[in-house]
């Protein structure tokens, strides 16, 4: 049976990445470092994905899968050289980790002399995360290993959009791998990243150019659903859907979407009907209660949310290259400023810095925006604004 390899066993690996992969006839191995996961993988064989549908849940069993002790580096080398196709989805933060692992997978692989090629989709929330771990994991290479890896690895960047939140608690307790899913389950990849024939994955859409699926996917998904978060905090939301429902909150979302819009048309000539219709698709996806997806897991770690090439940041620059006013993705980013959930230690220090240090010196410390800038002035003053406590309405009044 074809082998497929899943380096990470969370909640998109299994139910987003690992569902496709059963649905292709793959059998399928996850690599991860709780064990606790590992060991349930490989005592069940099998675990649900629950896929919302209106008001109840369709469950899906993906079977044949396996765990892989992702501490143990001989057996996660010996798990690649037997792949036929491999993903990753651990986080961008954590991605550092598994260079060496990974690199020790190429090597086993060039050992025993296989040409086929290894084609790895790399499911991180990242621009150019196939060319970020490419330059990490070569640091662990020779330069025949090198060499190798350019000849018969290719790193295959997707644009993820399914939604896959922590899984609420009732499921989790009866299973603690299910996990809980939207309907939405398309897989747009890079198709000119392949090396060798294009692998049959069950609702992977291969396209080229592909940069404009990337930025799609962060600059309208992730930007307005950060957003959706920040404004939610504020207004003390515990979820996404809450939040979505709010009329002020909802308008600056669609606002700010139509804003980023605006800046894709003019960068990829991309009609701008085509991407109205798929605004409204995402803000009607964010009133799915069933997701349970909270504010503060859409939210967290605003130390790499409001980057320079990240979701709000990212995008303002991109309307801002094209002379497009962006007053809804600025607001934004100044209520992302004042987010800092106790949990989150990232969003804290960037919230206690914009307190202390001030606005103008998080924004360049955090944001790669200089205090001199336009942006930067704007946000200061909705910054400003927000701790005054003026209404989410009234904010751009």
Known sequence: MKQALMYGAGNIGRGFIGQLFHMSGYEISYIDVNMAVIDKLNADGQYPVYITDGDDYREYLVTGVHGVNG????????????????ATAVGVNILKFIAAPFAGGVRRRMEKGIEAPLNVIICENMIEADKYFAGLVKENLNDEEKKYFDTHIALVEPSIGRMVPATPKEIAEKNPLAVCVEPYC??????NAFKGEIPSIKNMVPFAPF????RRKLFMH?????????????RGYTYIWE????????????AALAEA????????GVPLTELKAFSDNLIERFDNKLLGDTIERVGRDTKRKLSVNDRLVGAALLCEKHGIAAPYITAGIAAGLHFAPASDESSCEVAKAAKESGVYSALATYCGIASDAPLAKAVEACYKKIGEGTAIGALLA
């Open 71 to 86: 501490r143990d580096n001989e057996a996660i080398a010996e798990a690649m050289a037997n792949a036929d196709i491999m």
């Open 186 to 191: 398309e897989l747009p990849v890079d198709k």
């Open 211 to 214: 940069d404009f699926f990337i």
């Open 222 to 234: 992730n930007m307005s659903h950060a957003l959706t978060s920040y404004f939610g905090a504020l």
């Open 243 to 254: 939040a979505n429902g709010d009329p002020e909150i909802r308008k600056m979302a669609e």
């Open 261 to 268: 819009s605006a800046a894709l048309n003019k960068e990829y």
